[in-house]
């Protein structure tokens, strides 16, 4: 079983960076993996992943020793253990508002005596006689607060065991909110930074975006999960490049 260089970085007190973009490809995730970040995310809530790309993606990750870190779409614990079975080593579980989602969420990602992921080996467990003794310290286990009602209830959340980052995403928190579309609107970055606070307070692991208007707050803050795109630095190459040339054809 391959280790997760996200989770390593993690436990050993590091940061760790996770790269998203518009395009997720085995070939995307090929050309990305020699950027330098600890893993890819593969959005399987809002983009067209399907089941059986998974296991292509969480290879082409595997070949550049990043972590595979897949958000998937629902809590439901047959959609948790199927993406873990394909191959993935990371896993975005989003909307969880209450400690018992948590807890449901936890206990659908870890094999027992942790948890009661459904038994089957998959992909990883090829050639490792380990792998159910293994696999509950190698998954790495990240819950989106995305939700007014999950920062409430964040402190009951928080007590959970056996979850790895609790990221306190801001786009869905704003419509909440009823700042829909404004995820760096003041007040709802005040909430963002005391979520945070509350996370490292407790001392559990933060997960941010790493926009730049965010970055270093969020490190000061003590965030140590950190998700970027790259599709800002494609549209301000893109704009570079054609402002060059039409100044010099001016």
């Not at 990240?142 to 939700?147: A, F, G, P, Q, R």
Request: proline fraction near 3%; hydrophobic fraction near 45%.
């Amino acid at each position: 079983m391959r280790g997760n260089r996200v989770k390593q970085k993690l436990a050993a007190g590091e940061v760790a960076t996770v790269l998203s973009g518009h395009s997720i490809s085995s070939h995307t995730i090929d050309f990305c993996g020699q950027l330098g970040f600890d893993g890819f995310w593969i959005e399987g809530e809002h983009g067209s992943v399907t089941w059986a790309q998974i296991g292509d993606l969480s290879r082409a990750c595997d070949l550049w020793d990043i972590a595979s870190v897949m958000r998937i779409h629902s809590r439901e614990p047959g959609i948790i253990t199927r993406t873990l079975d394909l191959g993935v080593n990371g896993l975005v579980v989003p909307h969880v508002n209450s400690k018992a989602e948590a807890e449901a969420v936890m206990r659908a990602a870890r094999f027992g005596p942790i948890g009661q992921r459904g038994m089957f080996q998959g992909r990883r467990a090829y050639g490792d006689a380990d792998f159910f003794a293994q696999a509950n310290d190698e998954i790495l286990l990240v819950v989106l607060i995305e939700e007014l009602r999950a920062v409430e209830q964040l402190a009951a959340i928080l007590t959970v065991d056996h979850i790895d980052v609790f990221f306190v995403a801001p786009s869905d928190l704003a419509q909440t909110m009823g700042y829909v579309g404004q995820p760096y609107h003041p007040a709802v970055q005040e909430v963002v930074a005391g979520a945070l606070r509350q996370i490292v307070a407790a001392g559990r692991t933060a997960g941010s975006l790493s926009a730049e208007s965010t970055l270093a707050r969020d490190l000061d803050l003590g965030a140590r999960f950190f998700l970027t795109s790259y599709d800002p630095w494609l549209k301000a190459g893109a704009q570079a490049y054609l402002a060059n040339l039409a100044a010099l054809r001016a």
